[in-house]
């Protein structure tokens, strides 16, 4: 059984920064691409950054700039550092993974159940 943790997040301040990890088990994760995602409230969820198996990112034009993806696959794992944080970055941060690559949402196949986001000050 595929599981993907999230872990990292919690109530940070403005202009802070926040480094989140996925961890990924029942699954060979160096052939999957992974994708993180957020939701705020009453907002559709959002693509944040995909890395591929060779570490290849992308970031839509909204998110470039303060987010950085990387991968650790002896860890199994995908890290998000959040940095400079903003009130508007309140959210729900979901990992996903998926056996190729793709910017698409409805192309990931496993999901993380989330982790709380809030920045306040």
């Known amino acids: 059984q595929v599981q993907l943790v999230e872990s990292g997040g919690g109530l940070v301040h403005p202009g802070d920064s926040l480094t989140l990890s996925c961890a990924v088990s029942?699954?060979?994760?160096?052939?999957?691409?992974a994708g993180w995602f957020r939701q705020a409230p009453g907002k559709e969820r959002e693509l944040i950054s995909v890395?591929?198996?060779?570490?290849?990112?992308y970031y839509p034009d909204s998110m470039k700039g303060r987010f950085i993806t990387s991968r650790d696959d002896a860890k199994s794992t995908v890290y998000l550092q959040i940095n400079s944080l903003k009130f508007e970055d309140t959210a729900v941060y979901y990992c996903?993974?998926?056996?190729?690559?793709?910017?698409?949402?409805?192309?990931?196949?496993?999901w993380g159940q989330g982790t709380q986001v809030t920045v306040s000050s």
């Open positions: 029942g699954a060979t994760f160096d052939y999957y691409a």
């Open positions: 890395i591929s198996t060779t570490d290849h990112t």
């Open positions: 996903a993974i998926y056996t190729g690559w793709s910017i698409w949402e409805s192309d990931f196949e496993y």
